[in-house]
C-alpha cells in the first residue's frame, strides 16, 4: 500500500513557509534526487513536516513508472472573462515547511537552501501562519467544506493500482487581497461575496451566482483538500491558496469558474483578490521518494 506524505494532512502547525526552486540547467533529476534525500523518513531534518513536489513532466521524466497519466504543470496562464488573468508561475519543485514555531521553519527553510544551493535557484518562497485558528484576512472561516482528515485521505490521494498511487496533485498560487477595497463592503455586502455568514459560516440560502462558494462547489467540480495559510504584512496580505486533489481536474475546474470560463460570471471574491502565481506540483507518495532515494544513493 502507497502511503501519503504525511504533512499533508499536520492541521494545527503554526508557522509555514512555501520555497519553490528551479533547476540548474541539465540538473532536474539531481534536484530531485536532492530534495527527496531531505523528504525521504530516515532523514528529515529538524522535526518538523516536509511536503516535496515536482513540475509534473519533471517527476515524469525521473520516475516514469510512478507519474500520473497526462498531469502538466501549470504552463500557460488562464485568462477569464474580461481579462482576468490567473498567472502560470510553473517551477521544478516545492518544500512546503511547517512546524510549531517560526524560528524552527526558519532554520530548517535556510538549511534546505544551502543543501540544494549548487543544483537549483531559489524562484519563490513565502512565510504564513494561522489567522484566529481557521480564518483567512477576510475574516471568514477558510475551509469550511473540507473533508474530515479520515475522508481526505480518500478522496484526495490517488488510489492504489493506479499510476502515482499514494501521490496527490498540489495547487499552489498566492492571492493578495485589495485590504481597503474589501474592509470598506458592510459585513453583509462581504457575506454576498463569499456566500456564507460571517460569523458562524453558514452557507446563505439566497447565495448570489457569483458567490465564491456557488463558483467554487465540490459537488460540481470534485472533491479538493484546502491548507490555506494567510500571509504577508498588516498592509500588504492575502493567502496562499494550497490545495490537494487525486488529479487535476477538480483544481483546474474550479478556477475555470472562477475566472469565469464556466458560466460567463467571475467569482464576486476575485473582484478583491487576484492570483499572482501559479503551479501545479506532484506530491509522490513515501514510497515513491524512498525508491527514488533507494535508486539514486547507494549508501542509503
Not at 42 to 50: A, D, E, F, I, P
Not at 62 to 87: E, H, I, Q, R, Y
Not at 213 to 223: I, K
Request: proline letters at 6%; one cysteine or more.
Amino acid at each position: 500500500m502507497s502511503t501519503p506524505q504525511s504533512g499533508i494532512f499536520a492541521l494545527g502547525t503554526a508557522s509555514h513557509a512555501y520555497i519553490e526552486f528551479d533547476a540548474a540547467r541539465g540538473r532536474g533529476p539531481d534536484l530531485v534526487g536532492a530534495i527527496a534525500s531531505l523528504r525521504e523518513p530516515r532523514t528529515t531534518m529538524g522535526g518538523v513536516n516536509l511536503v516535496a513536489g515536482f513540475r509534473p513532466e519533471l517527476w515524469r521524466a525521473v520516475s516514469p513508472n510512478d507519474a500520473p497519466d497526462g498531469l502538466v504543470g501549470f504552463n500557460k496562464d488562464l485568462v477569464g472573462v474580461d481579462g482576468f488573468t490567473m498567472p502560470a508561475t510553473q517551477h521544478d519543485a516545492v518544500l512546503w515547511i511547517s512546524g510549531s514555531a517560526y524560528d524552527v521553519i526558519f532554520d530548517v527553510a535556510r538549511a534546505a537552501i544551502r543543501l540544494l544551493a549548487e543544483i537549483c535557484t531559489v524562484a519563490d518562497e513565502t512565510s504564513s501562519w494561522p489567522y484566529r485558528h481557521d480564518l483567512d484576512l477576510t475574516g471568514f472561516i477558510d475551509g469550511t467544506e473540507n473533508p474530515t482528515l479520515v475522508e481526505a485521505q480518500e478522496l484526495v490521494v490517488i488510489r492504489d493500482g493506479m499510476p502515482g498511487a499514494g501521490g496527490s496533485v498540489l495547487l499552489l498560487q498566492k492571492w493578495p487581497h485589495d485590504v481597503d477595497a474589501w474592509e470598506s463592503l458592510p459585513v453583509d455586502e462581504q457575506e454576498k461575496v463569499i456566500g456564507r455568514t460571517k460569523a458562524d459560516s453558514v452557507e446563505l440560502e439566497d447565495k448570489p451566482a457569483d458567490s465564491h462558494v456557488a463558483s467554487t462547489d465540490q459537488e460540481v467540480f470534485g472533491d479538493i483538500f484546502r491548507r490555506n495559510t494567510p500571509y504577508g504584512t498588516v498592509t500588504d496580505h492575502g493567502t496562499m491558496f494550497v490545495g490537494f486533489a487525486a488529479a487535476k481536474r477538480p483544481l483546474e475546474a474550479m478556477l475555470e469558474s472562477m475566472a469565469g470560463l464556466v458560466n460567463g460570471t467571475r467569482d464576486a471574491l476575485t473582484r478583491y483578490s487576484h492570483p499572482v502565481t501559479g503551479a501545479y506540483y506532484f506530491v509522490p507518495s513515501n514510497e515513491a521518494i524512498a525508491g527514488w532515494v533507494a535508486m539514486t544513493d547507494p549508501d542509503a
